[in-house]
């Protein structure tokens, strides 16, 4: 973009121009259902807690971490068409891909470490809902900004067993 005084302004510096503050956190996301009572035992299987609503209720919500998955019962002539993901942190990917395999889910694929530093899998619910579950890989001594020789050191020193002094 071309800035009044001829020169070229960088898009970056344009995108936060006027703002005053940054959201915090998204709060929560409402999915649409054709079955309430299938979608809920779908997301209790995955670990959510189901806190308000049911099988039979036409809103449910669940807790997911501090936030919350809500579903919105829909009739089946309503229809939606691809939307995006939900992408949910859970600690043991690879149990939640176990449990997920177990129930007669057929995940895209078996979870997988990722070059931006997750590991995850990808799963469409039973409405067409695609969801993501991740969580982020554990980070090298150089990623975290620390020595590798001193860390190296450090981890050597710690294992070894001391003994008491007399």
Avoid: K
């Avoid at 005084?5 to 959201?23: E, K, N």
């Avoid at 020595?147 to 008491?164: F, H, K, V």
Wanted: net charge neutral.
């Amino acid at each position: 973009m071309i800035d009044g005084d001829g020169g070229v302004q960088p898009v970056r510096q344009r995108l936060f121009v006027g703002a005053q503050h940054m959201i915090e956190s998204i709060s929560a996301v409402t999915l649409a259902t054709h079955d309430m009572r299938r979608a809920v035992q779908f997301y209790c299987m995955l670990g959510f807690q189901l806190i308000h609503g049911g099988g039979d209720a036409a809103f449910s919500s669940f807790r997911a971490g501090p936030n919350f998955l809500n579903l919105i019962a829909q009739p089946a002539e309503r229809h939606w068409s691809w939307w995006g993901r939900v992408i949910f942190y859970d600690s043991d990917i690879d149990g939640l891909y176990a449990r997920v395999v177990a129930a007669g889910y057929r995940p895209q694929a078996a979870p997988r470490d990722a070059e931006w530093g997750e590991r995850f899998f990808h799963l469409t619910d039973p409405d067409g809902h695609e969801l993501s579950f991740a969580w982020p890989l554990p980070q090298s001594a150089s990623e975290r900004g620390a020595d590798p020789a001193l860390s190296a050191a450090s981890r050597s020193q710690t294992s070894r067993p001391r003994r008491p002094v007399t």
